[in-house]
């Protein structure tokens, strides 16, 4: 596993990287911590200070996982909630993605069941 993790116009303490792990953490159902195979980029940033109105704090993660490249994207007013933005994002993509993947497997599985109820059918 690759990690990369950048901070913009922010100094990433200590409490900051625990909570980001601590988060990330609620992903492992979908990724094996312990694959080599998968990178993760995240930065964490302060926008300027113009955005009074908006989220300041944004929060983007990019990870490379089979071959496929999951985003999110969060700007919020503080950054633990843009960093929740973010995880809620990547595991809705990741759920889909599992879910797309099991769906392609069961049906697969559905042809050939049909296949073998047929096969005394076939003529040769």
């Known amino acids: 596993m690759l990690t990369t993790l950048k ?3 922010i100094v990433l303490t200590e409490e900051i990287k625990s909570y980001l792990d601590s988060k990330l953490a609620t992903l492992d159902k979908f990724i094996d911590p312990n694959d080599e195979a998968y990178r993760f980029a995240i930065e964490l ?3 300027t200070e113009r955005h009074k109105k908006e989220g300041v704090f944004k929060a983007e993660a990019t990870l490379l996982l089979n071959g496929k490249q999951h985003r ?3 700007l919020e007013g503080t950054l633990h909630n843009a960093i929740d933005g973010i995880t809620a994002q990547l595991h809705n993509d990741l759920s889909r993605a599992k879910q797309k993947e099991r769906g392609a497997i069961r049906r697969t599985g ?3 069941k049909d296949m073998m109820r047929d ?3 076939w003529r040769f």
């Open 45 to 47: 940033a302060k926008e």
């Open 119 to 121: 096969w005394r059918n």
């Open 7 to 9: 901070g913009t116009n």
């Open 72 to 74: 999110a994207v969060s």
């Open 110 to 112: 559905l042809r050939v």
